[in-house]
């Protein structure tokens, strides 16, 4: 019940929410459905094996990179590169749905959204879709650790319901519609993380509970000197 849990436990609970309703787990159970949707002409099985080969080569490049950029700016980066990757492919889908663009165009710009898509799944498996976890085995006190991401990781299998939502939403949203929602989830996400996120690369457990109970530690003690010179 103390606040060095609740103030992780917050943050990892809320980075696992936009995990789920960015669509990066919607997108690898739909990937073919989606492929189509986007206007991918390629084959759509053979998209999925280049995005397959892309996400085994960030998942690389993660283990590598966390080392030396740390949580808090790869999310950063993963978060901007979500969003435009998002919105940029639902922009595209609504011009063709409206006539903006011919035919023909289509056909010369056929690589766009493809090239989009792996780029979502590269830029996405470099931030948003590993770090929750990595965060779970991080920010919780050692006495309650096992317990606090257990619990976590329960509640964000909740957030899964984006994946029973996504046929719904294309009947309601159309792919365009789809591909603006997670945009803009990714764009607050982004923003979430810039403002509650620290950095945890090369912190010890006591430093990175410090930084939880800082704060409020900080105000107990303002409130503790007011009342004391009221008196």
Do not use: W
């Given at each position: ?8 436990f ?20 739909y ?12 084959d ?11 996400r ?10 966390s080392?030396?950029?740390g949580?808090?700016?790869l999310?950063?980066?993963s ?7 998002m ?8 011009c063709i749905?409206?006539?903006l663009?011919?035919e ?13 898509l ?8 470099m931030?948003?879709y ?9 920010v ?11 619990f976590?990781?329960?509640?964000n299998?909740l957030f ?13 949203t ?12 990714a ?5 979430f993380?810039i ?21 409020e530690s ?11 010179n009221?008196?």
């Open positions: 019940m103390k606040k060095s849990f609740f103030k992780p917050f943050l990892v609970i809320t980075y696992f929410f936009f995990q789920q309703f960015t669509g990066i787990f919607v997108i690898m159970f990937a073919i459905d989606i492929v189509q949707g986007a206007k991918v002409e390629l759509a099985y053979i998209t999925i094996v280049l995005i397959a080969t892309v085994l080569v960030a998942m690389l490049l993660l283990s590598y990179s080392k030396y950029y949580r808090r700016p999310s950063i980066v978060g901007t590169g979500m969003s435009v990757c919105l940029t492919l639902g922009s595209y889908i609504l749905k409206q006539g663009i011919s023909e165009l289509e056909k010369k710009l056929t690589l766009i959204p493809l090239s989009l792996i780029l979502y799944f590269f830029i996405s498996t931030g948003f590993p770090i929750p976890f990595a965060l779970s085995s991080e919780y006190p050692g006495n309650i650790r096992g317990t606090a991401a257990g976590g990781a329960g509640c299998f899964f319901i984006t994946v029973k939502l996504y046929p719904t939403m294309m009947e309601s159309n792919a365009y519609g789809v591909f603006f929602f997670y945009g803009g989830m764009v607050v996400g982004t923003i993380v403002i509650f996120l620290p950095e945890t690369r090369g912190k010890t457990l006591e430093e990175i509970q410090e930084y939880f109970v800082k704060k900080i105000k107990e003690e303002h409130e503790k000197i007011v009342e004391k009221a008196v």
